[in-house]
C-alpha cells in the first residue's frame, strides 16, 4: 500500500456497529494504517437500522455503546489521526428488504449519540440536555421508547 500512492489519495473508514466492539482491535487497525502511510482515517458508527433487518424501534442504548466504545478507541489513538466519524443511520438491509427503523423513531437514538460525541461521553447531564432538546420528560436508553 505504501508504494501504491494510494495512501496520498485517500482516506480510509473503519466500519463498526456493535455495543461491543473491540477497542484494542480497532487501535491496532489504526497503527497499521498509520504504518502504511495513511495520516488520517474515519470511524462509522450507527444511530439507526444496524440491529436487525425488521427492526421497528431503534435501541438506543445498543448505539450508545458504540459511540462511547468508538470514543474509546479514539482516545487510545494518535490525537492527529482520526479525521472524523460517520453517523450512519440504515433504513434498510438490502434492495430487496422491507424498510426498518424510519427516522422519526430514530430521531433520540441520532440526539444521545451525537450529544456523547459531543461531550466526549454520557452522563446524567448529557441525558437531560438531550430531553430539553427533545422536549421529552423521560428518555429511555436501556429500553424502547413509550
Not at 455495543?19 to 494504517?33: I, M, N, P, Q, S
Not at 488520517?40 to 466504545?69: C, D
Not at 450512519?88 to 430521531?107: K, M, N
Request: charged letters at 20%; one cysteine or more.
Amino acid at each position: 500500500l505504501s508504494e501504491s500512492g494510494v495512501p496520498q489519495l485517500v482516506q480510509p473508514m473503519i466500519w463498526d456497529y456493535a455495543a461491543d466492539l473491540d477497542v484494542e482491535g480497532k487501535v491496532h487497525l489504526v497503527e497499521k494504517y498509520r504504518r502504511c502511510g495513511f495520516s488520517k482515517v474515519w470511524f462509522a458508527s450507527a444511530f439507526k437500522g444496524a440491529t436487525g433487518a425488521n427492526q421497528s424501534l431503534t435501541l438506543i442504548g445498543h448505539h450508545l455503546k458504540n459511540h462511547l466504545q468508538w470514543l474509546k478507541v479514539a482516545s487510545s489513538s494518535p490525537a492527529d489521526v482520526l479525521e472524523g466519524i460517520a453517523l450512519t443511520g440504515w433504513q434498510r438491509y438490502d434492495h430487496f428488504s422491507v424498510l426498518c427503523e424510519l427516522l422519526p423513531v430514530a430521531i433520540p437514538s441520532l440526539a444521545v449519540c451525537l450529544q456523547a460525541l459531543y461531550n466526549d461521553g454520557y452522563s446524567e447531564k448529557v441525558k437531560e440536555n438531550v430531553e430539553k432538546l427533545l422536549g421529552m420528560s423521560n428518555l429511555e436508553t436501556d429500553t424502547f421508547m413509550r
